[in-house]
């Protein structure tokens, strides 16, 4: 996220969103707002969608290896 918000990136993001609002046949300013809406919110789902389902994952297995010690105390008459 902090590589995101550096300068360099933020520039080459807001020159893409001019190129592209450039061929939206949109009057006005509409092809830029309709590009930043769609597709600049798409985009940014595609870099947070993966790690939110890294951390989901890593505190589901989380979730199971307590469970499996649990099970495992429960099974040899609790904690020694």
């Known amino acids: 996220m902090v590589i995101a ?3 360099a990136i933020l ?3 807001m020159a893409g969103v001019r190129l592209v ?3 939206i046949p949109l009057p006005g300013s509409m ?3 309709f590009t930043t809406l769609a597709l ?4 940014g789902s595609f870099i947070t969608e993966p790690a939110a389902m890294t951390l ?3 505190q589901m297995m989380m979730v199971e290896i307590v469970v499996m010690l649990a099970r495992d ?3 040899h008459g609790g904690i020694h």
């Open 31 to 33: 092809g830029f707002d």
């Open 73 to 75: 105390q429960l099974r």
């Open 21 to 23: 609002a450039r061929v």
């Open 11 to 13: 520039q080459t993001a």
């Open 40 to 43: 600049v919110l798409l985009r």
């Open 5 to 7: 918000g550096t300068r």
């Open 56 to 58: 989901v994952n890593h």
